[in-house]
């Protein structure tokens, strides 16, 4: 008998029908022997519904009352997630984030959870009871409602895991698992049986939609083993666990894609110590999340830096830029929101040479430029012409062996 945290994302709770196989699910689970703690996202596309209603009403959007609304979403479904799994003969009873003893900082919208307190998980589960645990959301040091950032009922799931000390935590969603890319753009992407925990990180930043990256780095930090399936067809998936040092790692185990960030560029930067400090310190200042960074040899004391930021944070960032450059005499800022990003993912990689190069002849051969390059110990990025980021991927999981039969 084992503790099992099944969580359901918005699909997977869409509808009244959805909402009902779930519940079957979690009630066949309990009659196969197991406890069970269900964490739910928001119905369908509810806090994308919610977040359009605000815009409606206002173009002021407190950040302590986005969180009140957003976290009206969850409520729902676990309500009725709840009342469907007692419809199915087992005892269930829900909670709010703050009923469930989670505690966060106070950093409304994106609240980290500092500590858990899960004593009436516990007492329900003693009763024989499922809790049924409203995702995404916490409750602050200030007592307020808070939400963890978008796609935060994966972080609950695996908090909740670790917290209690669960065997597994199952994250089911409308697909069947981590694939090799995104099946959407590679048809003949594959199913990967088996991910390592920095292989899953690597892949969650640089484009891989499956799971949010904070809850990949919470479950490895916690030694949560995490399964992802479908609630749509309940086959097996994909588990994401740690490394197993007797099997020898593929080289290359997924190919990501990624076009929601933008690259600037500031040229003619004097080469001296201190620029890139007081750039990326002002950037920090304010929030923007930088990623790829690239600055060029200098040539008669001049050079160019490039960075990658998201696409919602161009705005921030050019402006700094801008700045900047008039304190440090630069002579140029350009904004580029054309750029896409291609990246390779792979554990065996630290041990295979060539890796790279294979990546850059392949994109020669289809006419695709190069523009920035970024490695991990188990990564390699290109960022390429937006346009050409789905051929790059094809081509690319092609090369490197991925292609289903
Ligand atoms: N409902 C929230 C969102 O859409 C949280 C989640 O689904 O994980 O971002
Ligand atoms: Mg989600």
Known sequence: ???IVQKFGGTSVGDHERIQAVAEHVARTCRDGHDVVVVVSAMGKSTDDLLALADKVSTEHPAR???MLLTAGERISMALVAMAISGQGVEAAS???????????????????????????RAALDE?????????????????????????????????????GADVCEIYTDVTGVFSADPRVVPKARRLNRVSFDEMMEMAATGGRVLMLRSVEFARRHGVPLQVRSSFTWEPGTWIVEEDPTMEEAVVSAITDDISEAKLTLDGV??????AATLFRQLAVRGVN???????TGTNGLTAISFTVPKTDVDA??????????????????????????????????????????MFETLYEHGINIEMISTSSIRISCVVRAEKVGEAVRALHTAFGLDAA
């Not at 984030?97 to 004593?119: F, M, N, V, W, Y």
């Not at 004097?270 to 620029?275: C, E, I, K, S």
């Open 128 to 164: 024989g009871k499922v809790p049924v645990v409203a995702g995404f959301q916490g409750m602050s040091t200030e007592k307020d409602v808070t939400t963890l950032g978008r796609g935060g009922s994966d972080v609950t799931a695996v908090a909740l895991a670790a917290a209690l």
């Open 65 to 67: 009352e986005m969180d």
């Open 1 to 3: 008998m084992a503790l």
């Open 270 to 275: 004097p080469d001296r110590p201190g620029v």
């Open 290 to 296: 930088v990623d790829m960074i690239v600055q060029n």
């Open 317 to 358: 960032a050019r402006e700094i830029c801008d700045a900047v450059a008039v304190e440090i005499g630069a002579t140029n800022v350009t904004t580029d929101t054309g750029v896409g990003r291609v990246s390779l993912v792979g554990a065996g990689m630290k041990s295979s040479p060539g890796v790279t190069a294979l």
């Open 95 to 121: 909670f709010t984030g703050s009923q469930a003893g989670i505690i966060t900082d106070t950093d409304h919208t994106r609240a980290k959870i500092l500590e858990i307190h899960p004593g009436r998980l």
